[in-house]
């Protein structure tokens, strides 16, 4: 069965630093690994997909990496608006495009 | 359309109550999506539809949830008789399945904002 597990479950950080995400995966086969970021009351908003060992993408203070068993999502001089909580889900290479997403990492940035 | 968009927004229901919740997919996607969210937890699969087809319905939690997309673009995710621990937020998503279109990127899934069950 595939398994997410994402750590801390929260994390609180001062405006400007930096710190990462850990987003560890178990299974059969990875298709793609995404990462959401999710503020109260919406929908998960799309960041990145990764598709095989040592991708890495960015996207202004965010970048995403991945290996065989876990993902970062590395944060840089981060802002308030930066505070969310940030998904990670797998998709396996069998079966349908169904995603499996871990219980997320709430983060908050204080001004 | 713009995104995915789903109504209604809010829902409060009483105990044994049936509900329906709709979901407008991004135009040209052929996949659509149903997850189910509690409170601080992440999105997990009800559902799933290829076109007008139900391709996996593996993760409805009981035969009082059905869902169907009968014209392979709007989608409803009907619940009979509600019960307390049906509540939570019903989250549709699709993606192209295959056709690129401008704006997205291959196998993602697109959210919509929710709908927020809620049963008294």
């Known amino acids: 069965e595939d398994q997410v597990t994402q750590s801390p479950e929260a994390l609180r950080l001062q405006e400007g630093e930096s710190s990462s995400l850990n987003c560890s995966y178990t299974?059969?086969?990875?298709?793609?690994l995404f990462w959401y970021r999710q503020d109260p009351g919406k929908g998960p908003e799309f960041l990145f997909t990764l598709y095989s060992a040592g991708e890495e993408k960015e996207k202004e203070r965010l970048k995403a990496t991945l290996t065989k068993k876990e993902s970062f999502l590395h944060i840089t001089a981060p802002k308030p608006e930066d505070s969310a909580t940030y998904l990670c889900?797998?998709?396996?290479?069998?079966?349908?495009?169904?995603?499996?997403f871990g219980t997320g990492t709430r983060l908050t940035i204080i001004p | 359309g713009a995104g995915v968009s789903q109504s209604p927004r809010y829902k409060v229901a009483k105990r044994g109550q049936d509900v329906a919740l709709r979901c407008d997919p991004i135009?040209?996607?052929?996949?659509l999506f149903w997850y189910q969210q509690a409170l601080g937890q992440g999105p997990e699969f009800l559902t799933y539809f290829q076109n007008e087809a139900q391709l996996d319905k593996s993760g409805l939690p009981s035969d009082r949830f059905f869902a169907e997309r009968p014209e392979g673009s709007v989608s409803t995710l009907k619940i009979q008789r509600t019960q307390q621990e049906d509540s939570a937020v019903y989250l549709c998503?699709?993606?192209?399945?295959?056709?690129?279109?401008?704006?997205?990127?291959?196998?993602?899934?697109?959210f919509g904002p929710g709908t927020r069950l809620t049963v008294t």
């Open positions: 998503a699709s993606s192209f399945g295959g056709r690129r279109l401008a704006g997205t990127v291959r196998g993602e899934q697109y």
């Open positions: 889900a797998v998709r396996p290479n069998f079966g349908n495009e169904k995603l499996t």
């Open positions: 135009s040209g996607h052929v996949s």
């Open positions: 299974v059969s086969g990875l298709r793609g």
